[in-house]
């Protein structure tokens, strides 16, 4: 491969006679045939070591050759497995390996290796056997051979004719052939064969022999022979273009083979490959063992070993490794190797397949043709070659037109713009062309290449003519097979020029000649006569003229220019249209108009992030300059520096190389007059760009200038008109007739340049470097006045960049020594004092200087011009910092833009501002909607505002940018609370199109604030804001929260710390007291009023109920359990009270399940107690006071058995079926080994414990066998069987289910009514069961989306089940699952029925896979255990993470395949809540059919709270109520506790473990269902939502802590009775029972739920089925989040006094509703909501006090159904008969579901909805007033409270017909608070004032009212008011 480094090589053998043996061409350079002969043997001598080696026995001749040093190591290479003796007689081998000198020139080592008998000719070691040898004359066959090694050394590449001469020599030692072997080695040397040139040169070594070399036409292009096929057939296609791209991209490639040749020909083949670049790196294709570490180089590499070291190279971790027999490569993971760009790695590969493969084309054809003969393997290397040849050309197209000439003279000096190369082909972003144009390859490529007058050879013709072709005959295979092989035949010529070989003779060893017994050693032979011999023949040369190489060299054809490497050049943004905006704003400006700018800047500004309307800016805007220079006013100046910045910014990394270079001279023009003398020039606004601070931008932009300037040297015609020094490199590279290029004027200046005098020549050199000279001086000003800040306080830009860009620019270690010390005595000798300036100054003046020396040193500038800069420098960044001054100070005092004033947002009540609000931009994030986008509408985001922070949120509130949208307000806002990320950034704003420094804010309410700062916000002030914000989200204690400190200073609380697991009751309890006592809150034991109907405490003692007057009064025995005896002490009454009022209890009274008994009192009939163990949550923290248990398990026996449970959380029951009385209960994940062994004893009903189990797992049996006896079995419902077949099978996702599954698996029972199947189009059957794909299955895997298959999981992968004859194990699992009996003969039925019937499960307990392996229970058990997998915390964490980003992503995504759905998808969102739903519903169904189910998954807090939830809201519409979802919450999330704080990240601890929104799954669960049943649930979506946002808010204190025992501890758990004020903290349902009042927010107007029996839903689970929430992508930016009502109400309010005051209201109420803007149901209101809103108008008109909707509504629904009676009656349509259920429910599905914050529900109504006119307008007319039935005198009193509580405002009414006095909290209740039976009114009798009466009363309206059971005291407003109700009363007394 001798290449062009081999022509160099020899260059200077020019004193060589030719020889007679042949006559080559006059003017070839000739070379010697081979350098060096070696003989190497085994050394003997070194035996010690483990590994033999070998020693250079002899070499010839024995001094070195001038031109060729002898290369050293070369016994190492002789034998790279390393040097050993064997036994046998080994065929001899050869091979080639290759060395590269410390001068890169390649030396080809020829070895041919054969082995003789180990005989020591010196005598070392076999003295004895020597002297008998001698003696007889006989040798004696050898037992141990030694390799010995014949060596050609040559610079020539001539594998196959080196073979022919070792064999020669070695055939004449081996048959002993009378020739002279010192003649044949002498006469290798003196063998001289031209390097290239195509001729034959025939030579003989003089042993007979008559040998031919075939010279190359061309040494530039690489000689394969084959080895390029040979790889390709070895590796494949793929394979080898991997390694291709491997090698151009610099990665390291390793080559392993049993064959040293196979690794040479590899070798060769692959660096052929990468032609015409040539590899630089190191190139060893054969590797000696000794060398082996040199894999470990942190260089590339090309290496060959032997595969026996293939053990040592497995653990290389950054090498591709390539097997060359085994034909696979492989590439570590730590390597990403870089593809080429598309569309050329597609079509490369393409046409690899039609020449390597040509029958694969018509291999499918019927009658394919005639079979063609493949090529042969020399011209399939060749067409192979072609390929690449045509790949590189299409790369490289155009590389000439982007190649910068710095000098001609005296030698050429070329510099390539890579950034315009790859903009220019359109492949910024492709990092594999960056990375090749990186390479050292592509250096020496331009270096090599890029002089535009030099020899050309294949590739120039091809780069420069044949691109085109080769694009137009894409996708046509014969074309392209034609031009491939046109070019593999003149690669071909190239190795093989003449067809006709002449007669070669070269004497062979006779066949098995190694293998002879009797062989002599090689002999040894005799230098003297070899080197007289070579001196004889050199001598013959000495009179012969020198051979001087005569080079055709040509001008360089310059070929095309460079284009996109896709045809698409224009984009959708470069439409006419928007460069007619660009040029109309700038004609504005200059023309002064500023209105017309104003409105068309916005949209210039757009469609400036084009390329060509970038162009078109930088050309319009050099029209309006004259003579280098255009003074603006100061709004011109502003617009057209904002237009500079827009350009700048918009553009990407490279490309901006090109626009920026355009812009520069702009930037010294344009300028505004500051004051007299002062001028302020555009460069100092458009300084914030990295692009200025980028030394590889300078250095391209200053070279462009060089070249323009040299071009205008030389050129003849000098009245050019060359002032347009920025368009020439950019516009039109392509010369015409008229106008030479830089590269046409230097061809011909090179072709002159020998013809010249030296005085000439000189002048030339001198001028070009005067020219390169004068431009550095040019650009030293410009890169000062582009470096050095207006505000030299501010030098951001240098600060930021990296220093390793400058060091690595730099290749000048003199040069830089001068910048340094220039630097150096800059700072001490300046006279500048002020430190910052100082600092500006020094940076600036080592980044010019470094550049200076690069450039300089490069263009070949003299170093008295380059020091004589380095001294200029300091002095022009000094005069510029002065004048500077001036202009910075000027332009502070021009007046400021006005910029839009701060508007402040509303507050909520106790809401307070934290500092001031920080004017900001509000950026468009990746929602389109805001900004446009492809959806069109106005452009609302970027806004112009302020950046609030207050005690409760961030709040933007501003104004949009664009003048063309109006001057709407836009507000986003989120809980600080809720924040899950801030991060810092790097933003563009939009109105000064600058970048500025950003804050991104992430928010769990699913809102990102993106926002940059303005520049009057300093850093400090981001710093403090952030600070402030970290602050209030971690609050260092719950009291700190906004729930609690909202407007009253929170007490210090000083919380109890945390206790290791076994403290002591009596220790925890004081720490509870005392806490409480502190904090001033709890009120444990204090007296109270029961305000639900009472509740009846089955307690035996009745005691006095006082408080906890001593701290010790709570006594517990020492091991920590609880007092069994039937009696409580006074305290804990008193503690009992107030937990009966929770609302666990209220529901476990409403379930009926069982009273709080002790031991002695239990009912026999009752299965379940409540038991008061956990009082004091000594049983378990983290559940609630009283739970529910087994009648027959005792207290005592609780604390054991929940020791085998996590968290102690033991099995209790939270839900029970009405009609089936199955119970549903929860509990923690079983401790230890799990429940598999509590089930092993054989007789499970035993008391009498194994001896090896602990007392807790007996314990623990003993419960669960408790349990089981306490479930219902199972029974029959409405006279029809609920249990259809289910024998076993498996549920195997994905994959038919059929009768050829042979695995008998159990499965869930699902009890599925046989009439579900047939009514219900939301039936389980076709919901859940008809849905296979992913049914419990939770893979860790991402595989839902790579599409695998999830065949892990299964519905139930039970134990195998021996309960049933193996006959029905296969059974058809859809027939039983749509509740049909199983496909078996009709004998057979009742029996398998009765078999169904006798075996159903009576408990199904749901657990983990773990606890449950081996679970392998007696069949009396009548339990049945289903593993389940879930999705575990950290899983739900990362899918929230990808559902935020899918949903509120913070920039629209540059693939257009990220479509919203398809991230969704992604985030696997849907699929947690589809399995979710799914295990509920199988619970839920379980239930129905009469089994109990218990969940023990994970701690019992997570999964399963949803599903416990979820089984309960779909079996019982109870919680399908407001009411009753409010218990749902209360009792299983916050009673039964889940880690709010934790998952939420509340609390400084838990600050980086992530968000984990468990609840928000489950309320989009309860949203999936609300989606399918709108009439089941008495709340509406809204309603939802609203919990979704203030669970995380912190507004409200109902979700902020995690039990009921942390609520206790903190002393909020139970409120205060008596002081109200002292009440600390809101609760949610408070402000929702309060919002609910007001009006129909929260309300369904749909709800109609099915009467009669309970209706259990069945929800289709599909994911298909499933919808995204709209909670998660909708907002408001009129307002902010709809979910502030105190604040709402105030500014709804306020706007309308604004409309009525302002008379310029126009009359019409149309009103443009934006989507993201405005709240569409508030703007929108539904029909019955503004019929409502109406009414209560009307009412006010009337002057009557407004009656509450909800009756309203009641009656109006009652008239409603009435009318639809009737109307059914009279109708005849066959669709009301067939179902008047549906018709009933279809009638009203036409009300909107309702609630202000609501959008996702049309609105409209029309005639044919069901509901007509007529029927509307009841609205009106059925209502009546309030004041008519059953209130004959009503209005407010103060009452006192029972035992001396405070006076108290209340509504009294005196309800005449009851015979009541009844009371209400306000006039607008419907609900009493309590009520006076006045039958047992005794008197009425003025009383007189006491303590505590209301102020400002009079003393004669007080009263007192006396029953039979206690005195009443009142206070009347006044006097006459407290007459007039003793009178009342009296009367009412009276007529009774």
């Not at 050293?72 to 060395?99: A, D, M, N």
């Not at 690069?854 to 380095?870: A, R, Y």
Request: proline fraction near 5%; charge should be neutral.
């Amino acid at each position: 491969l001798g290449g062009c480094q081999t022509w160099l090589s020899f260059s200077r053998e020019e004193n060589v006679e030719i020889p007679s043996a042949s006559s080559p061409e006059i003017g070839e350079e000739m070379a010697r045939l081979a350098d060096y002969f070696v003989v190497v043997g085994y050394d003997t001598e070194k035996t010690g070591s483990v590994e033999g080696s070998g020693k250079i026995i002899q070499r010839f001749p024995q001094k070195d050759w001038d031109d060729a040093p002898f290369p050293q190591g070369i016994e190492l290479f002789c034998q790279p497995s390393g040097w050993q003796l064997s036994t046998e007689r080994k065929q001899p081998t050869y091979f080639v390996v290759v060395l590269t000198d410390i001068d890169s020139d390649r030396h080809y080592c020829a070895c041919l290796t054969f082995y003789e008998a180990e005989i020591n000719l010196q005598g070392a070691k076999h003295e004895d056997t020597e002297g008998e040898e001698e003696d007889t004359g006989l040798i004696q066959p050898a037992q141990v051979f030694a390799p010995k090694s014949l060596v050609l050394v040559s610079q020539l590449d001539y594998a196959e004719i080196f073979k022919a001469c070792l064999g020669l020599i070695y055939t004449v030692y081996v048959d002993s052939l009378n020739v002279n072997l010192e003649n044949v080695i002498a006469n290798l040397f003196t063998c001289l064969v031209p390097v290239a040139g195509g001729s034959q040169k025939l030579f003989s070594l003089g042993a007979g022999d008559r040998q031919l070399i075939q010279t190359p036409l061309y040494d530039g292009l690489p000689v394969t022979s084959t080895s390029v096929a040979l790889l390709f057939q070895q590796l494949g296609i793929q394979q080898v273009f991997s390694l291709f791209c491997a090698v151009l991209t610099e990665n390291k490639v390793l080559f392993h083979s049993t064959s040293y040749q196979r690794l040479s020909e590899a070798s060769r083949a692959l660096e052929s490959l990468i032609f015409p670049l040539k590899y630089s790196y190191p190139y060893i294709p054969i590797l000696p063992a000794r060398l082996l570490e040199v894999l470990s180089s942190p260089t590339p590499f090309i290496i060959g070993v032997h595969s026996v070291f293939q053990s040592e190279i497995n653990d290389l971790l950054d090498v591709i490794v390539a097997d060359l027999d085994g034909g696979t490569i492989k590439i570590p993971e730590c390597i990403h190797l870089s593809q080429l760009p598309e569309p050329l790695l597609h079509q490369t590969q393409a046409a690899l397949s039609l020449v390597i493969h040509p029958d694969l084309e018509v291999a499918d054809y019927a009658f394919p043709p005639a079979r063609t003969a493949p090529s042969n393997l020399r011209l399939l290397d060749k067409e192979v070659r072609a390929v690449f040849l045509r790949l590189f050309a299409q790369l490289f197209q155009g590389y000439r037109s982007c190649l910068q000439l710095i000098r001609i003279h005296p030698e050429p000096v070329i510099h390539f713009h890579k950034a315009a190369f790859l903009g220019q082909r359109g492949l910024v972003e492709n990092d594999f062309l960056t990375k090749v144009l990186d390479g050292m390859a592509f250096a020496g490529f331009v270096s090599e290449r890029g002089p535009p007058y030099r020899s050309c050879d294949l590739f120039d013709d091809l780069v420069a003519f044949d691109v085109e072709r080769i694009k137009t005959e894409e996708g046509i295979p014969p074309k392209m097979l034609k031009h491939i092989r046109e070019l593999a035949e003149q690669l071909y010529k190239n190795e093989n020029p003449n067809p006709h070989m002449a007669f070669q003779k070269v004497p062979k060893p006779t066949e098995g000649s190694h293998m002879r017994v009797h062989v002599l050693p090689f002999p040894k032979i005799n230098e003297d006569k070899v080197q007289a011999l070579l001196q004889e023949g050199l001598s013959k040369h000495l009179n012969s003229p020198p051979a001087v190489r005569v080079e055709k060299k040509c001008i360089v054809p310059a070929g095309p220019p460079v284009v996109s490497i896709m045809d698409r050049m224009g984009s959708i943004f470069n439409s006419a249209r928007r460069l007619e905006v660009v040029r109309n704003c700038i004609s504005y400006i200059f023309e002064n108009k500023v209105l017309e700018t104003e409105k068309t800047l916005p949209a210039a500004l757009r469609a400036l992030k084009g390329r060509v309307a970038r162009q078109c800016l930088i050309q319009e805007l050099s029209l309006h300059v004259q003579q280098n220079r255009a003074i603006l006013d100061h709004q011109q100046f502003d617009y057209t520096v904002r237009m500079m910045n827009c350009a700048l910014q918009d553009c990407s990394t490279s490309e901006e190389y090109c626009v920026a270079a355009t812009l520069l001279p702009l930037t010294t023009a344009f300028y505004r007059k500051l004051a007299t003398g002062v001028n302020q020039f555009a460069y100092t606004c458009v300084q914030d760009h990295h692009v200025w601070a980028n030394q590889q931008f300078w250095e391209a932009t200053f070279y462009n200038d060089v070249q323009n300037q040299i071009r205008a040297l030389y050129l003849t015609s000098r009245n050019e008109n060359f002032v347009t020094n920025f368009k020439q490199k950019d516009k039109d590279p392509i010369p015409t007739e008229h106008e030479k290029t830089a590269m046409d004027i230097a061809a011909e200046q090179l072709r002159l340049w020998p013809t010249l005098h030296k005085e000439k020549q000189q002048e030339l050199e001198k001028g070009e470097e005067n020219t390169v000279f004068s431009q550095a001086i040019h650009y030293s000003q410009l890169m000062v006045y582009l470096l050095v800040p207006l505000d030299t306080s501010k030098n951001k830009l240098l600060r930021n960049a990296t220093t390793g860009d400058w060091e690595s620019g730099s290749n000048s270690f003199v040069t830089n020594s001068i910048a340094g010390s220039v630097a150096e005595s800059y700072d001490t000798e300046s006279g500048f004092e002020d430190a910052e300036n100082n600092d500006v100054a020094n940076s600036v003046i080592r980044f010019i200087t470094r550049f200076i020396d690069k450039v300089c040193t490069e263009s070949g500038v003299t170093q008295d011009h380059i020091k004589n800069l380095h001294c200029m420098i300091p002095g022009i960044v000094a005069m510029h910092i002065e004048t500077l001054e001036a202009v910075h100070r000027e332009s502070r005092r021009l007046p400021p833009i006005q910029k839009p004033k701060i508007l402040r947002p509303a507050l909520l009540p106790g809401e307070e501002f934290v500092g001031e609000g920080l004017r900001v931009v509000l950026d468009s994030d990746g929602r389109e909607e805001a900004s446009g986008g492809t959806l069109g509408g106005p452009h609302i985001l970027p806004a112009e505002g302020a950046l609030f922070l207050t005690t409760y949120r961030i709040i933007f509130k501003g104004t949009p940018h664009d003048p063309l949208v109006g001057e709407q307000t836009i507000v986003r806002s989120f809980p600080i609370a809720s924040m899950t990320k801030e991060k810092k950034i790097s933003i563009q704003n939009q109105l000064q199109q600058n970048m500025q420094e950003g804050l991104q804010i992430r928010s769990a309410t699913f809102q990102i604030i993106k926002v940059a700062f303005d520049e009057e916000v300093t850093s400090e002030m981001v710093e403090i804001f952030k600070k402030h914000i970290v602050k209030f989200r971690y609050p260092q204690s719950v009291f700190n929260t906004f729930a609690f400190a909202a407007g009253q200073n929170a007490p210090q609380i000083i919380l109890p710390k945390q206790k290791e697991k076994n403290t002591s009751f009596r220790t925890l309890s004081k720490n509870i007291v005392k806490s409480a006592k502190k904090a001033g809150k709890m009120t444990i034991g204090r007296q109270y009023t029961v305000k639900k109907k009472p509740i009846v405490l089955t307690i035996d003692e009745r005691g006095n109920r006082s408080g906890w007057n001593e701290e010790d009064d709570i006594s517990a025995s020492d091991d920590g359990e609880l007092p069994t005896s039937s009696t409580l002490k006074a305290s804990e009454k008193s503690t009992m009270e107030q937990l009966v009022e929770r609302a666990c209890f209220r529901d476990y009274q409403r379930l009926g399940l069982g009273t709080i008994s002790a031991s002695s009192s239990r009912s026999k009939t009752e299965h379940f107690r409540i038991t008061a163990a956990n009082r004091m949550y000594l049983l378990c923290r983290s559940y609630p006071g009283l739970l529910v248990v087994p009648q027959s398990v005792l207290d005592s026996s609780l604390q054991k058995v929940a020791r085998c449970y996590r968290h102690n959380r033991l099995p209790v029951v939270c839900w029970k079926h009405s009609k089936t009385k199955a119970v549903l209960l929860r509990s923690g994940g079983f401790h230890g080994k799990g429940v598999a062994g509590l089930f092993k004893s054989q007789n499970p009903h035993s008391a009498a414990p194994v001896s090896s189990e602990s007392s807790s797992s007996i314990e623990q049996e003993k419960y669960l066998q408790a349990l089981l006896n306490a479930v219902p079995s199972f029974s029959k419902m409405n006279g029809s069987n609920t249990l259809t077949g289910h024998p076993n099978v498996t549920f195997s996702p994905d994959t038919a289910i059929d009768k050829r599954s042979s695995r008998t698996t159990s499965v869930v029972k699902q009890m599925v009514p046989p009439h579900l199947d047939v009514h219900l189009p939301n039936s389980f059957t076709r919901g859940v069961l008809g849905y296979r794909d992913k049914l419990f299955t939770h893979s860790q895997q991402k595989s839902a989306v790579k599409g695998r298959v999830f065949n892990q999981g299964m519905w139930a992968s039970l134990r195998s089940s021996n309960r049933f004859n193996t006959q029905f194990s296969t059974t058809d699992v859809g027939a039983r699952l749509a509740g049909k009996e199983s496909p078996v003969t009709a004998g057979n039925d009742n029996t398998l029925q009765n078999q169904l019937l006798k075996h159903q499960a009576a408990l199904y307990l749901f657990g983990e896979k773990s606890q449950l392996r081996g679970f392998k229970p007696d069949l009396a058990i009548n339990c049945e255990l289903i593993p389940v997998d879930y999705c575990d915390i950290r899983q739900v964490k990362a899918s929230f993470k990808k559902l935020m980003r899918a949903c509120v992503p913070s920039t629209i995504p540059n693939d257009a395949d990220m479509t919203l759905y398809r991230l969704l998808g992604e985030s696997e969102w849907l699929l947690q809540i589809h399995r979710i739903l799914q295990l509920a519903v199988v619970m839920a169904e379980l239930l129905e059919s009469g089994s109990s189910v218990m969940v023990s998954l994970e701690d019992g807090m997570d999964i399963t709270t949803q599903v416990v939830s979820l089984v309960q809201l779909l079996c019982d519409p109870f919680y399908r109520t407001l009411e009753g979802f409010k218990i749902l919450i209360e009792k299983e999330w916050l009673s039964f506790g889940h880690k709010f704080s934790q998952r939420s990240n509340l609390t400084p601890n838990s600050q980086g473990s992530g968000f984990a929104p468990v609840f928000l799954q489950f309320l989009d669960c309860v949203h999936q269902i609300h989606h399918q049943y709108p009439m089941e649930f008495e709340f509406n979506q809204y309603y939802l939502k609203f919990l979704a946002y203030h669970y995380v808010s912190n507004r409200y204190k109902t979700f902020l802590l995690d039990s009921d025992y942390e609520r206790l501890e903190h002393g909020i758990l139970f409120e205060d009775k008596v002081d109200k004020q002292a009440k600390k903290g809101i609760c949610i349902w408070e402000c929702i029972d309060r919002i609910h009042k007001k009006g129909p927010v929260f309300f369904s107007y749909l709800y109609s739920p099915e009467e009669g029996e309970k209706h259990v839903l069945r929800p289709c689970i599909n994911i298909s089925a499933l919808k995204k929430w709209d909670y998660y992508t909708g907002e408001t930016l009129s307002s902010g989040p709809s979910y502030e009502w105190d604040m709402v109400t105030v500014k709804a309010s306020a706007t309308e006094e604004l409309e009525q005051t302002d008379g310029s209201v126009p009359q019409t109420h149309r009103k443009v509703v934006w989507p993201c803007y405005d709240n569409v149901s508030k703007v929108q209101p539904d029909a019955i909501t503004k019929l409502l809103e109406e009414i209560e108008r009307l009412e006010n008109e009337l002057s009557q006090s407004p009656e509450w909707w909800k009756p309203i509504w009641d009656r109006l629904k009652v008239n409603l159904k009435e009318d639809l009676k009737t109307e059914q009656t009279r109708a005849a349509s066959s669709l009301m008969a067939s179902n008047m259920q549906s018709f009933q429910r279809r009638s009203m599905l036409h009300l909107a579901d309702n609630g202000i914050g609501e959008n996702d529900q049309s609105t409209t109504t029309s005639p044919s909805n069901g509901v007509n006119t007529r029927r509307a307008a009841t609205l009106y007319n059925q209502f009546s007033s309030k004041d008519v039935e059953n209130r004959s005198f009503e209005g407010v009193l103060y009452k006192r409270g029972a035992l001396l509580k405070g006076w108290k405002p209340r509504w009294f009414v005196l309800d005449v017909t009851k015979h009541q006095l009844r009371y209400y909290d306000t006039g607008e209740d419907t609900n009493p608070r309590g009520f006076i039976d006045l039958a047992e009114v005794e008197s009425v009798i003025p009383a007189s004032s006491t303590i505590g009466a209301p102020k400002h009363s009079n003393e004669r309206a007080f009263f007192d009212l006396k029953t039979s059971r206690r005195v009443y005291n009142f206070c009347a407003q006044d006097v006459q008011v407290a007459q007039q109700w003793m009178d009342k009363i009296q009367n009412c007394i009276s007529d009774a």
